[in-house]
Structures are given as structure tokens and as C-alpha cells.
């Protein structure tokens, strides 16, 4: 007998997974409804659809409760009616960042520029204030760093830190800060204003100048922000000037290249 093509594999998986969205289609237009009302919606074997019921289930895409009697109480348990939770109907999507936009063109074309700009600093403030202690704990930029990358990852930016440069006696090296994920990305795509209020309030938290490498906005893998170290300088709790410190000002360029040529940590 001829074995079956692997090819057919992922055409199964597919018909499985889209039995599953139709199951999950229908408890978000019709649902709460008991497994057997699913089953003679889709016109298939009640088996199959507990099968999926129980997968959405364990995904957290759906919850049950007890159907209410009506007339005499019987025996035995309640009928179960399933439901999607708020993570089932993320399944089919949300226009969250479209409405953010919109709300931004709104704010940009009635208030002026100056007001995106306002709005962009008092976001950032919201996300990076209730951890300021924490950051600014330390005089070092590069253990402040650190401290920056688990507060930007409990706010869903999954960011880590690295250092490039080798250390050595009088040396400048550096760290990068990586955010991997931007919740925002869309709406930041069309107004870098939010980027640009994110890297200022980074480096007032950090005590020193940053350079914003990437962002996902631009169509870059991570938001990448270089922060100069110099061994043996504390970090000031907020800059003091807008001009580089002396020693970047006497480096050549060439000395003054990131080391790593700014790839993400």
C-alpha cells in the first residue's frame, strides 16, 4: 500500500482549525448555547464539537455556566451553556489601533501639533512613573537600564538589556536597551511623537543622553536604544545639559561607533 503523502498533514490541521473558529464564530453571535444547540447548528457529531469545546476551554477562549431550568426541576446536572471569554473574542479581532489613530488625527487636526506632542509625554509618564523609584534606585546608567527593561516588561514591551563594548580602564561601553514587542507599533507608525517622548523620558530616568537605533514603527525587528556608559561616571538623576558629555565630544568617529553596529540585544 502507498504511505500518504506528509502533504496531507497540514491540510488536516487546517480543516481542524477552522471547524474550531466556526465553533467560536457561533458562540459569539448566538452563544451562551449547550454543546448539542452547536452541534445541529454546524450539522456535525456533538462528539466533535465537545472535542473543540473542551480546546477553547483550555485556552481560556470560552467558560461555561449552568442553563437555568424552566418548569419542574429534574434529575440529574444542569445543561452546560458555553461562551466565549473576552480571549475567544479577540480571536476575530478588535480595532483598537484604528480608533487610536483616528483619535490622534482628531487631536492633531483640532488642537494642533503641540497637543499630540502633550499627549505622546503624558503616556510615557503614565507608563515609566509608578517605577521611577525602582529605576533610579542606582547611579549607574547601565544598572538603570536593567531596572528600566523589567518595568518596561511588566508593561507587555518584553525588553531586555546588553552590553556592548569590552570594558576596560577609562573605556567607553555602552548598554542597549531592546523592547521586542510594542503595543502601540500602529499608532507609532503614523505619529512618532510617541517614540520621540518615550526616548526622552528614557534618558531623563537613565541620567544620561540615549540614541534611539530602531523601532517597530519604522519596520525594524525591536525598538533599540543605545545608552552610553562611561566606567567610573555616575549617572546624574536628570541631564544636565543638552550638549554630549566632553569625552564623546574628543572621541574620532570611528571611537565613537556603537560597537555592535546597533543590532538588537
Given at each position: 500500500?502507498p504511505?500518504?503523502?506528509a502533504?496531507h498533514?497540514?491540510s488536516?490541521?487546517?480543516?481542524?482549525?477552522?471547524?474550531?473558529?466556526?465553533?467560536?464564530?457561533?458562540?459569539?453571535?448566538?452563544?451562551?448555547?449547550?454543546?448539542?444547540?452547536?452541534?445541529?447548528?454546524?450539522?456535525?457529531?456533538?462528539?466533535?464539537?465537545r472535542?473543540?469545546?473542551d480546546?477553547?476551554?483550555?485556552?481560556?477562549?470560552a467558560?461555561?455556566?449552568?442553563?437555568?431550568?424552566?418548569?419542574?426541576r429534574?434529575?440529574?446536572?444542569?445543561?452546560?451553556?458555553?461562551?466565549?471569554?473576552?480571549?475567544?473574542?479577540a480571536?476575530?479581532?478588535?480595532?483598537?489601533?484604528d480608533?487610536?489613530?483616528?483619535?490622534?488625527?482628531?487631536?492633531?487636526?483640532h488642537?494642533?501639533?503641540?497637543?499630540?506632542?502633550?499627549?505622546?509625554?503624558?503616556?510615557?509618564?503614565?507608563?515609566?512613573e509608578?517605577?521611577?523609584?525602582a529605576?533610579?534606585g542606582?547611579?549607574?546608567?547601565?544598572?538603570?537600564?536593567?531596572?528600566?527593561a523589567?518595568?518596561?516588561?511588566?508593561?507587555?514591551?518584553?525588553?531586555?538589556?546588553?552590553?556592548?563594548?569590552?570594558?576596560?580602564p577609562?573605556?567607553n561601553?555602552?548598554?542597549?536597551?531592546?523592547?521586542?514587542?510594542?503595543?502601540?507599533?500602529?499608532?507609532?507608525?503614523?505619529?512618532?511623537?510617541?517614540?520621540?517622548?518615550?526616548?526622552e523620558?528614557?534618558?531623563k530616568?537613565?541620567?544620561?543622553?540615549?540614541?534611539r537605533?530602531?523601532t517597530?514603527?519604522?519596520?525594524?525587528s525591536?525598538?533599540?536604544?543605545?545608552?552610553?556608559?562611561?566606567?567610573g561616571?555616575p549617572?546624574?538623576?536628570?541631564?544636565?545639559?543638552?550638549?554630549?558629555?566632553?569625552?564623546?565630544?574628543?572621541r574620532?568617529?570611528?571611537?565613537?561607533?556603537?560597537?555592535?553596529?546597533?543590532?538588537?540585544?
Amino acid at each position: 500500500m502507498p504511505r500518504v503523502p506528509a502533504a496531507h498533514v497540514p491540510s488536516q490541521v487546517s480543516a481542524e482549525g477552522k471547524t474550531r473558529h466556526e465553533v467560536a464564530r457561533l458562540l459569539l453571535e448566538q452563544g451562551p448555547m449547550t454543546a448539542v444547540v452547536v452541534a445541529e447548528q454546524l450539522g456535525i457529531s456533538p462528539t466533535a464539537v465537545r472535542r473543540h469545546l473542551d480546546a477553547l476551554l483550555a485556552d481560556g477562549e470560552a467558560e461555561t455556566r449552568d442553563a437555568s431550568r424552566r418548569g419542574p426541576r429534574g434529575r440529574g446536572r444542569p445543561a452546560k451553556l458555553f461562551l466565549l471569554t473576552e480571549a475567544g473574542r479577540a480571536r476575530f479581532g478588535h480595532a483598537y489601533d484604528d480608533l487610536a489613530v483616528s483619535a490622534i488625527r482628531f487631536l492633531a487636526e483640532h488642537a494642533g501639533e503641540d497637543a499630540v506632542r502633550a499627549f505622546a509625554e503624558r503616556r510615557v509618564a503614565s507608563l515609566v512613573e509608578p517605577h521611577r523609584a525602582a529605576i533610579t534606585g542606582s547611579s549607574d546608567p547601565a544598572t538603570r537600564a536593567e531596572a528600566l527593561a523589567t518595568a518596561l516588561s511588566r508593561e507587555g514591551y518584553a525588553a531586555s538589556t546588553r552590553q556592548v563594548g569590552a570594558p576596560a580602564p577609562g573605556q567607553n561601553v555602552g548598554a542597549q536597551l531592546c523592547q521586542h514587542h510594542c503595543p502601540v507599533a500602529h499608532v507609532a507608525a503614523e505619529f512618532p511623537q510617541l517614540c520621540e517622548a518615550e526616548t526622552e523620558a528614557f534618558a531623563k530616568l537613565l541620567g544620561t543622553h540615549v540614541q534611539r537605533l530602531a523601532t517597530i514603527a519604522r519596520g525594524d525587528s525591536a525598538c533599540t536604544t543605545h545608552v552610553p556608559v562611561t566606567a567610573g561616571q555616575p549617572a546624574h538623576p536628570e541631564p544636565v545639559s543638552t550638549e554630549p558629555p566632553r569625552a564623546a565630544q574628543l572621541r574620532s568617529p570611528e571611537e565613537a561607533r556603537i560597537p555592535n553596529g546597533g543590532k538588537p540585544a
